[in-house]
């Protein structure tokens, strides 16, 4: 079936560090693919997607873009800050079922 | 417009007690999910609602999990007799999908009830 492996963590940081959470994907089909933020205390927030090969979501300063020769959806963040600190989640969305398969999260801390 | 809503943020019961989750997704949205996320993992699917009708419970574990969705809107989870290993954060989701839906969709989450079984 689709599943997702992403970096494991904590990954700590400095502020204005460079932020790096590696996800590759396995699927058939063409998925749809994700990266949720969940803060500390709430819910999962959509954080960017991107529907097809070669596209390139954004939101926040985060980017990633859809390879599908490497299947990856890695995620980047140029210069984090200490309210980035999160719980970061990768998941792609099934072309056949349109179903959330979802990574195990990456937990970053970034430090002042 | 308001998001994803859910009832209680915690709940902390005995082993064999039961429980009982609500929730109300985004006005409008057709497809309500809920999905069990246990510490140190993604959330994992437990049951999805198109409207008021099943679309999907093949991991909800059925000798103890029920769920249903009145009139389409709201939902309630119920876990009766709860384990030690239900222990974990229940995450409510909805989406807009309609006919013309399709793996792009977002799916909206409400911020979680946490489940502690003693």
């Known amino acids: 079936g689709d599943s997702v492996t992403q970096m494991e963590g904590p990954v700590t940081l400095s502020e204005e560090a ?14 749809s693919l994700f990266w949720y933020v969940q803060y500390p205390g709430e819910g999962l927030q959509l954080l960017l997607k ?13 980017e990633a873009t859809y390879r599908k020769e490497t299947t990856s959806f890695h995620l980047e963040k140029g210069s984090v800050q200490v309210s980035d600190s999160a719980v970061y989640f990768c998941a792609l969305s099934s072309s056949n079922d349109y179903k959330l398969s979802f990574g195990a999260g990456t937990t970053v801390t970034v430090r002042a | 417009e308001a998001g ?24 409008g949205h057709a497809t309500l999910y809920w999905y ?13 609602f198109q409207n008021n009708g099943v679309v999907d419970d093949s991991q909800l574990p059925k ?22 290993e239900d222990s974990a954060v229940y995450l409510c989701a909805s989406s807009e999908r309609g006919p013309g839906g399709g793996p792009e969709e977002t799916q909206y989450f409400g911020p979680g009830t946490r489940l502690l079984v003693l």
């Open chain 1, 18 to 31: 460079f932020l790096t959470i590696n996800c590759t994907y396995t699927a058939t089909g063409y998925p």
């Open chain 2, 4 to 27: 994803v809503a859910q009832s209680p943020r915690y709940k902390i019961i005995e082993k064999r007690q039961s429980v009982a989750f609500w929730c109300n997704p985004i006005s």
């Open chain 2, 63 to 84: 000798d103890r999990f029920s769920a249903e969705r009145l009139k389409g809107v709201d939902s309630t989870l119920k876990i009766q007799p709860a384990k030690l």
């Open chain 2, 36 to 48: 069990q996320q246990i510490l140190g993992q993604g959330p994992k699917l437990l049951i999805q």
């Open chain 1, 50 to 62: 991107a529907t097809k090969a070669d596209d390139k979501g954004s939101n926040k300063g985060f």
